[in-house]
Each structure stands twice: as C-alpha cells, then as structure tokens.
T-cell receptor, first 113, second 114 residues
C-alpha cells in the first residue's frame, strides 16, 4: 500500500497523559499536513510541513501540541497533558506540491477519558 | 479568511436519479476548490479539484463539479446515483492568503436509496 499511513488507528488514554501519533506520507510527497476532525464537523487544519520545516501552525495548536518531521519523511504529533476536549480524529495528509490535492491517511481516533 | 458552506446536512436521492451536493465558498483571490468523500471508518478520498480552466471538472466515480465564479459555488453532481455513493461529502477551499491549509465545510451526508 503506497498511501498515507497513520499509527495507531485508535488510542484511548486518561486525562493528563501524553500521547504521540505517527504519520508516514506518500514517499515522494514533500508536503505534510495535520488536521483534526470532530463529530459532525469537517477537518480543521492544525499544522503544515514542507520537508522538515514546520511552516504554518493553526491557533488551534495550543502549547500542549507539538509536531515534528525530523528527516522530512514521517511526522509525529504529540499531545501533552491530554484533556477530554482533545478527543477527536487526527488526520494526516500529504501532497506533492501546493496546487496538488492532499491525500489523507485513515486517521488516529483519540479518546480521552 | 476563507470559508466554505455546505447548506444541506443530508441529501436523499433515489438510485438512478441525478444528484447535486451544494457548496459555496468565500476566499481572497482565485479559489482552489476540492471535493472529498468519506466512508465510515475510512479517511477522506479525493474526488476532484478546480484550479483553473474549464468550469466543469470531471473526477472519480462519475462525479463532476461546476465552478461558478459569480455565485461563488462549486456544486458536486452525478448524472445517475448509485447506492454505493452513499457517504459523507466534504467541499474544501484554499485561497490567496489562506496559506497552505484547506478549509473544509461541515459535510453533507448523501443517502442513495433503492
């Protein structure tokens, strides 16, 4: 499968714990995006990488959220001190250049108890 | 700021009939418009896009969309609906000054019945 992959697919955690998600984009894509989707809503942009550089961050991305793409390939999204409001589907997408469509992974569903 | 409106939460259509899922947008400059489909427990799948050129864009699975600049709309259409088209459809836009992000609508649930 040469699509975007995400791991884990599901994560249940207790409030206050830290969680980390991984995204592997399509191999030739240098642009990588993170979105968050809650029930009944469309995806909301969180952050964007071009190669290893994080070029854009949403105001939705509080100080508890951090994302990295250390070698310009896979990316991680970490949430520290999780809150119940963090419960959502976290989607990763990649694209080859700015005007191309973004290809989405299956998402990581986070449940914070 | 860029935004997308999908005025219908749900659209019901009989199999074999034409379908339309509505989308209007607001952006600075020329819009880049996209339609995605989401099946249960799966990620978003790209259907089609408008960047420039012909106002009628053809995409995957027989879907097409018409860009109307004066009405700031990008409605998704299909001449003959299938039960398997039943899914959640999202319209998205990227415009000048919107950075690299896509802004999505709230989605329209399409239900195709026999």
């Amino acid at each position: 499968d040469t699509g975007v992959s995400q791991d884990p697919r599901h994560k249940i955690t207790k409030r206050g714990q830290n969680v980390t998600f991984r995204c592997d984009p399509i191999s030739e894509h240098n642009r990588l995006y993170w979105y968050r989707q809650t029930l009944g809503q469309g995806p909301e942009f969180l952050t964007y990488f071009q190669n290893e550089a994080q070029l854009e961050k949403s105001r939705l991305l509080s100080d508890r959220f951090s994302a990295e793409r250390p070698k310009g390939s896979f990316s991680t999204l970490e949430i520290q001190r999780t809150e119940q409001g963090d419960s959502a589907m976290y989607l990763c997408a990649s694209s080859q250049n700015l005007n191309n469509e973004q290809f989405f992974g299956p998402g990581t569903r986070l449940t914070v108890l | 700021a860029q935004s997308v409106a999908q005025p219908e939460d749900q659209v019901n259509v009989a199999e074999g009939n034409p379908l339309t899922v509505k989308c209007t947008y607001s952006v600075s400059g020329n819009p880049y418009l996209f339609w995605y489909v989401q099946y249960p427990n799966r990620g978003l799948q790209f259907l089609l896009k408008y960047i420039t050129g012909d106002n009628l864009v053809k995409g995957s699975y027989g879907f097409e969309a018409e860009f109307n600049k004066s009405q700031t709309s990008f409605h998704l259409k299909k001449p003959s609906a299938l039960v398997s088209d039943s899914a959640l459809y999202f319209c998205a836009v990227r415009g000048l000054g919107g950075g690299n992000k896509l802004t999505f609508g709230t989605g329209t649930q399409l239900k195709v019945e026999l």
